[in-house]
């Protein structure tokens, strides 16, 4: 017999008999007992079984999307919004296969997501049946763990497992399998008291971790070029006012990677902006030139560091994260410290002694006067009847939403401008697809983050390659009642790729040029309202009648073809080699 730990509910003598169920239902209780609500899927033969359970637990929501990989980005994007376990389920085989990216998507970015594969009977298993993979061997590098369930009275303590493992230390998805007969299978099960709370993130320091952060702070007591560098930890640890008050009380500055971004207010004077490869040219040199780099809820992956061997030259290097195998896997560390960020940044603070630092400052402050020189077309210079640029775009959805969205980047050009230009000062901001580039993650994460908060109005910014990746899924925005407002930044091409073929590939446009269709009447056929935009002088009301539609909407913006992301660090080489737009001397950035 299994013993079911139900939430908020009073047992009473009724209720405690024994009841036989099936593997299915007791899947749906275990989902209910962990605290899901919603999950994300797509059924299939060898899932039909837990389906039809499914349609009796009316407290469990499923948005029907029209490809799993969707379902996946949508768990994603409702885990990111809320700090909660996002779900997604599929059949098996194909179903499972096209989880992939989207579980590689999340495992890149540490976003806690459990997804639930059918799978064939146990007897057929390694048969090559309709429909097997080994889904469990496949996800293996990219989940923090795999079950596969082979008795229906292991369900109960499976799912609190995955859900457990999912959240805990660095945060990622976990994979559920379950066989078809498992799914059958007939239990006895026993309901009992009360809430499984799941653990929280350890917030406490460890002695090891408190002596480190000591060490960290004497160098930081000692150092005259300091930067400290924070990451999407930061923001999943809800860390942003410890952050403030460390900056504050050691007057050092703030860069934020691109997953960073919101962690710390861009309008904050020690805020340098978004370090990396399109980082701003002051964050960028700041690390080159620093003596002393403190990251902290960040990984110094490649986009970030460039060439790992002449990363910050000068510099000892703190490096704050949950995950010890983090440390020196892409730069050499002085000083790790296990922590969570939100406890490390409140010691920090605790610790650290305020220091003017007035060369320093000067620098900065003159590489942030380099960087703004870097400037686009201003909206008031450029005829109104014309295309608008990328920037003014982002600026312009900024004015008309006043900020208060949430912003869902896709990848590409458009991403780039959206992390450079919009501006972003509290953490959740913005959510895109930092580690794997997931092109078409966009539209189905921001349905999930609808579907979390319907309150909050969400925007899907895209490119048109990553909207017809993931144009589909407006059929589920329709269906499923989510008024989910998508941007598509339309330059007619796979504007990264373009870049790159101009900059490193002899201007040779292989494959970049994209044929569309009309995005306008693709938008209206599927139930959403849409509209196009030529001009500049369109721009703002069509953004703003898109907001105030009730349903989803699609406005396709042209943009110039011709546009080129700067400031760049060009692959291969260091922060210090940030460059700014070709005409500007590049004298300005050595
Ligand atoms: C699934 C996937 N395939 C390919 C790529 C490589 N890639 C990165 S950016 C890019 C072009 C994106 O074009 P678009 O969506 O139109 O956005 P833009 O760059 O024009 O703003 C491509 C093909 C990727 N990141 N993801």
């Known amino acids: 017999m299994v013993a079911l730990v139900m939430p908020n509910r009073t047992v009473t003598a009724q209720q405690t008999a024994t009841r036989t169920i099936s593997g299915g239902a007791l899947a749906c209780e275990a989902l ?58 599929a059949t098996s085989g194909p179903g499972a296969t096209n989880l992939l990216t989207g579980l590689a998507t999340a495992f890149m970015d540490c976003v806690p997501v459990v997804a639930l594969t059918g799978q064939v009977a146990r007897a057929a298993i390694g048969t090559q049946a309709f429909q097997e993979v080994d889904i469990v061997g496949m996800v293996g590098p990219i989940t923090k763990g795999a079950f596969q369930l082979t ?110 971004l919101g962690a710390f207010p861009e309008q904050h004077p020690q805020a340098l902006g978004m370090v990396g490869m399109h980082g701003t040219v002051q964050a960028n040199l700041a690390m080159h030139h620093a003596d002393l780099v403190i990251g902290i809820g960040m990984r110094f992956d490649d986009r970030v560091v460039g060439r790992p061997a002449d990363f910050a030259p000068g510099a000892r290097i703190v490096h704050v994260d949950v995950d010890p195998q983090a440390f020196g896997r892409v730069v050499r560390v002085d000083v790790p410290v296990l922590a969570d960020a939100k406890a490390a940044l409140d010691g920090l ?3 650290s002694r305020w220091r003017e ?42 004015r008309v939403l006043g900020g208060a969205a949430t912003v869902v980047a896709d990848i590409g050009q458009h991403q780039m401008f959206v992390a450079l230009h919009h501006g972003f000062d509290r953490p ?63 330059n007619q091409c796979l504007g990264m790729v373009r870049q790159w073929q101009e900059l490193f590939y002899d201007n040779v446009y292989s494959h970049s040029l994209l044929p569309q269709p009309n995005f306008e009447a693709l938008a209206k056929a599927h139930g959403c309202w849409a509209t196009t935009v030529h001009r500049r002088d369109e721009l703002d009301d069509a953004l703003r009648e898109a907001a105030l539609h009730p349903g989803p909407t699609v406005v396709d913006v042209r943009v110039p073809i011709e546009e080129t992301v700067y400031p760049m660090v060009p692959a291969g080489t260091t922060p210090g080699d940030v460059r700014c737009v070709d005409r500007v001397d590049s004298a300005l950035c050595a």
């Open 32 to 89: 209910l007992a962990v605290g899901a609500t919603t999950l994300f899927g797509y059924p299939g033969g060898a899932a039909l079984p837990f389906y039809r359970e499914l349609a009796r637990y009316p407290r469990l929501r499923h948005v029907l999307v029209r490809h799993e990989q969707n379902a996946a980005h949508a768990a994603d994007g409702y885990a990111r919004a809320t700090g909660r376990v996002g779900m997604c389920v």
């Open 349 to 351: 603070a605790q610790i």
């Open 151 to 260: 008795s229906a009275e292991d369900i109960p303590r499976v799912f609190a497992d995955a859900f457990r493992l999912a959240r805990e230390g660095r945060p990622g998805p976990v994979l559920i399998d379950f066989p078809k007969d498992v799914q059958l299978a007939k239990v006895e099960v026993d309901d009992v008291l009360p809430e499984l709370e799941l653990t929280e993130l350890a917030s406490v320091l460890s002695p090891a971790a408190e002596f480190a952060l000591d060490q960290a702070a004497a160098l930081l007591d000692t150092a005259e070029r300091p930067v400290l560098v924070v990451g999407h930890g930061v923001s999943m640890s809800g860390a942003t006012s410890e952050l403030v008050r460390f900056a504050e009380a050691s007057n050092i500055p703030v860069g934020t990677t691109l997953l960073g």
């Open 428 to 490: 959740g901001q913005l959510l895109t697809s930092g580690g794997l580039g997931t092109m078409g993650y966009a539209l189905p994460a921001a349905m999930g983050v609808k579907t979390a908060l319907p309150g909050r109005a969400v925007w899907a910014v895209v490119g048109d390659g990553g909207f017809q990746m993931s144009s589909a899924e407006l059929s589920t925005l329709v269906a499923s009642k989510l008024p989910v407002k998508v941007l598509i930044v339309n």
């Open 357 to 398: 630092r007035r060369v320093w400052w000067a620098r900065l402050r003159q590489w942030t006067g380099d960087h703004e020189a870097c400037g686009i077309v201003e909206p008031e210079s450029a005829p109104p009847d014309e295309a608008p640029t990328t920037p003014e775009v982002v600026r312009a959805l900024r």
